[in-house]
């Protein structure tokens, strides 16, 4: 089993930064891919981006130039770095880690105000 622990959401303006943080325990071994997902009112869940074991990134477009995922293995943390925050990007931010089965976090609010 793993858990997955979020913090770093909140409050910020447009253009501003934040960084979110993913931290995991539990049969870590077991992760093939680390992830970041975000669920906005009446929409639907979707990816943000996603860190493979070996480091390789994926980012959604509507992210991509502003957005960064990356890992610290000796902590057992992902992060996601983002900058020059829009409104739009208001969101509950979900970590997910995938591997034999998928876990999720307990989410983060991002709220971005224009």
């Known amino acids: 089993q793993v858990r997955l622990v979020e913090s770093g959401g909140g409050l910020v303006q447009a253009g501003g930064s934040l960084r979110l943080s993913c931290a995991a325990s539990g049969s870590i071994f077991r992760i093939l891919i680390m992830g970041w997902y975000r669920q906005a009112p009446g929409k639907q869940r979707e990816s943000v981006a996603t860190i493979t074991s070996g480091g390789s990134t994926n980012y959604a477009d509507s992210v991509k130039g502003r957005f960064t995922i990356y890992r610290d293995n000796a902590k057992n943390t992902m992060y996601l770095q983002m900058n020059s925050l829009k409104p739009e990007d208001t969101a509950v931010y979900y970590c997910?880690?995938?591997?034999?089965?998928?876990?999720w976090g307990q989410g983060t609010q991002v709220t971005v105000s224009s």
């Open positions: 997910q880690s995938s591997g034999i089965l998928n876990y």
